[in-house]
């Protein structure tokens, strides 16, 4: 059975938790989007390991992490994750496959993300990895790709160009110092030859996995509502996080994915600039700030916090066709005396059910909300559903009916082990699926290869 994981508000729901909890039933974890702007904190056995480029799954022994095409690397920090990894004992050069196909942050995309954040009136509060500005250039065609990267010749070749152009665009607009050809040259070339072990066709690799019957765990990266088309733009991402993203950034077909499973905070959290209609007032954003340590895994930014929007995990629930959700960290609203559930927007007098497209106007929205009893006892040991206090599974189940999808799994607080399952966990086990297996790739009559266009 092949999955996908994907967030269903602004990111940092907690997929890293719950794609370790799955990593053990799949044999290969494929990051589809984004870059090192992510972060994926897992905990196991009383350490916390956080993750950025390469999928988190990696701590489970024998799996393999592919980097797919959708993702921008960054070489340097994925080199610098490798080596992590490897101290802790995971056969780093098995395990670790990146698509050549896959684009290069070059470190004057990250000067520039800086500099053109620097300059816009709205700021986005990007996390100035360079990752919108190495997309600009994917989308604009002048990016380098992997393959390039370690073919020495056709580096030097696109890199004089790229710095060429970046140069001035650095000086004349923002009045930057310039970047030294020779320098990226030198040190880029070195971390192409250390990454090409690592190099592979992703698509094709993907293909034949399946065909042997691997199963494929997709994790996205950021959330739905950080997506580049569908998010709240233009404080987005610059990726498709949805699981749209799976097919064009891993380079599989819609039929390769089986099971989709959305990720969702019992409460809401974003970072960086943009609408966040249920933001706490600042004593209740301190406190849930400090109780569900939400600070950024990768800037270390605070996060702001505010009550479950219904509105927008329904939206991104639809969009994803998630099959069930997770719930994490409801343990964090365990000393809440009352909770409140966005429900709808009001905006001048008309009340909205959807997240309008006009950001502008989303900036003026007003939560409507619903009061629910808190429970106030502690959620952190619990192992089933029906051990939660009633005001806790109530809760859950009115998100689950207003999200218009069930409840697969609960989590309870930061260890593997605070988390419980619930019957329709049973749509992710094996067997369940429709049998699919890819064909081969039909082989072109002699004398018609290579059309024209
Ligand atoms: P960028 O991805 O660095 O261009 O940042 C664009 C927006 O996405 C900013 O608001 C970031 O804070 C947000 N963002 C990017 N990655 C993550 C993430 O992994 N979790 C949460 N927010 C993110």
């Not at 004057?108 to 990007?126: C, F, N, Q, V, W």
């Not at 498709?240 to 089986?258: E, I, K, M």
Request: charged share 25%; net charge positive.
């Amino acid at each position: 059975m092949n999955l996908v994981v994907v967030g269903i508000q602004w990111g940092d729901e907690g997929k890293g938790k719950i794609i370790d909890v799955l990593a053990d039933r799949v044999d290969i974890l494929v990051r589809y989007q984004g870059g090192n702007n992510a972060g994926h904190t897992v905990v196991a056995n009383g350490r916390e390991f956080v993750f950025h480029l390469i999928p988190s799954g990696l701590l489970h022994r024998g799996k393999i992490g592919l980097i797919g095409n959708g993702v921008v690397v960054d070489p340097e920090a994925l080199l610098k994750e490798m080596a992590q990894l490897r101290a802790r004992g995971v056969n780093v050069r098995r395990a670790v496959k990146i698509s050549d196909q896959a684009h290069v942050i070059m470190p004057y995309h990250k000067r520039l993300d800086l500099a053109e954040e620097g300059s816009r009136p709205g700021r986005i509060g990007t996390t100035g990895r360079g990752i919108g500005p190495c997309y600009v250039d994917k989308a604009a065609r002048s990016g380098i790709r992997i393959a390039e990267l370690c073919h020495p010749e056709r580096f030097a070749e696109k890199l004089r160009r790229n710095v060429k152009d970046k140069n001035r665009l650095l000086q004349v607009l923002y009045r930057e110092q310039p970047f030294d050809y020779q320098d990226l040259l030198t040190r880029y070339r070195a971390y192409g030859k250390q990454l090409a072990p690592h190099v592979v066709n992703s698509a094709r690799f993907l293909f034949e996995a399946m065909a042997k019957g691997r199963r494929i765990l997709f994790e996205g990266a950021q959330g739905t509502m950080l997506d580049v088309d569908f998010g709240t733009y233009p404080y987005v991402t610059s990726s498709n996080a949805s699981a749209g993203g799976v097919c064009t950034g891993a380079g599989v077909p819609p039929t390769a994915v089986d099971r989709i499973l959305g990720v969702v905070k019992a409460y809401t959290t974003r970072v960086g600039e943009g609408p966040l209609p249920t933001e706490f007032p600042p004593a209740l954003m301190a406190r849930i700030r400090r109780k569900g340590q939400e600070f950024g895994a990768t800037t270390g930014r605070p996060r702001r916090c505010g009550w479950f929007d219904a509105v927008v995990a329904r939206q991104a629930v639809r969009l994803n066709g998630c099959h069930a959700v997770a719930v994490t960290k409801l343990d964090v609203l365990d000393d809440m005396p009352e909770i409140k559930i966005c429900v709808a927007y009001r905006w001048k007098g008309t009340r909205l059910t959807e997240v309008p497209a006009d950001t502008g106007l989303l900036l003026e929205c007003q939560p409507v909300y619903e009061t629910v009893p808190g429970w106030r006892s502690d959620t952190g040991e619990v192992g089933r559903f029906e051990d939660l206090p009633a005001a806790a599974r109530r809760y859950l189940r009115r998100l689950a009916h207003l999200m218009g999808v069930p409840i697969c799994l609960v989590s309870t607080g930061l260890q593997r082990e605070q988390a419980f399952t619930t019957d329709h966990w049973d749509l992710f086990r094996e067997g369940r699926e429709r049998r699919r297996r890819p064909r081969a790739a039909p082989r072109l009559p002699a004398g018609r290869r290579g059309a024209s266009a």
